[in-house]
């Protein structure tokens, strides 16, 4: 009985991850490119058992917060941004199973469910990365709400989620802020197997990302035997942020493949050890 009793008021007291509340990115109405409002969206289960979100017309954050122990402490934050090849968000493994992992490690998080699909577009980007950097907008822009320090505000992506993170880190405001003392620039990036983020040939760097002095430390997990997102990228990035003496640290794991996310897998210790490793970095820079 005194042992129920004990975890009854563990229950009670312990500051359980909760998700709290959504903040819509474009309230006056989502710039170009869109996607259509119609087919609605919807959340369907995998034969993998993991859940996929499509069809998303309403880019918005969904906030991932803990209590405030001490509410004079500002707190770091993190964006997440799921990957899905621009037709769909991975938001469960890439995504809200990360956002709860950050709490229990004391760092608020927000869930960057950006448009999709935009893959068929031209750019397929464009609109992802509109979202991104609204989104760090919209974060900082209300660090005092939620007890953040708007020096301390990362944006990690998987995949698809990893090039939409870069490509928006790396570049000026693709929209023009309400607010132009607020910067759209994130303060970190982590990178989790980037999506066709190498150069033509496998040499240097996609032409929408260029790597200079003023671009946000970098981290960067990939798998050596990854189809999807080749490892030349991501050492090709490693090896542009050394030329241009921005701070930066790569795992490249001998195995794991493409798409783990918050899953490991069996026999590539690597899938299971990058949060640690992402964490322990980003605190070098909180």
């Not at 990939?222 to 490693?238: F, T």
């Not at 493409?258 to 640690?276: I, S, V, Y």
Request: charged share 20%.
């Amino acid at each position: 009985m005194q042992s129920l009793m004990i975890a009854v008021l563990l229950l009670v007291w312990l500051p359980l991850p909760t998700t709290a509340a959504e903040i819509v990115l474009w309230p006056e109405g989502v710039p170009e490119p869109r996607v259509p409002a119609e087919p609605a969206e919807k959340v369907e289960m995998g034969k993998d058992g993991i859940s996929r979100r499509s069809n998303v017309s309403n880019p918005r954050l969904v906030v991932y917060d803990i209590p405030r122990t001490d509410p004079a402490k500002l707190r770091s934050a993190v964006i997440v941004v799921p990957g899905g090849g621009f037709g769909r968000l991975a938001d469960e493994h890439e995504g809200s199973d990360l956002c709860t992992w950050f709490n229990e490690h004391g760092v608020i998080a927000f869930l960057c469910l950006h448009r999709v699909p935009t893959g068929k577009l031209e750019q397929a980007n464009a609109g992802p990365v509109l979202d991104a950097q609204k989104a760090v907008y919209e974060v900082r822009r209300r660090a005092v709400e939620y007890g953040i320090d708007p020096t301390k505000i990362a944006l990690l992506g998987f995949s698809a989620g990893g090039q939409t993170a870069l490509v928006a880190g790396a570049n000026k405001p693709r929209f023009t802020p309400a607010d132009p003392a607020v910067s759209v620039r994130p303060d970190a990036v982590v990178l989790v197997y980037p999506w066709k983020i190498v150069g033509p040939d496998n040499k240097g760097l996609r032409a929408d990302v260029t790597i200079d002095a003023t671009a946000p430390p970098m981290f960067i997990a990939q798998a050596s035997n990854d189809p999807a997102s080749v490892p030349q990228g991501a050492i090709n990035l490693y090896l542009a942020c050394l030329e241009a003496k921005v701070p930066a640290e790569i795992h490249v794991y001998e195995g794991g493949g493409h798409g783990f996310g918050m899953r490991p897998r069996d026999n590539a210790p690597g899938t299971a050890d990058w949060p640690n490793r992402a964490l322990d970095w980003l605190r070098t820079h909180w």
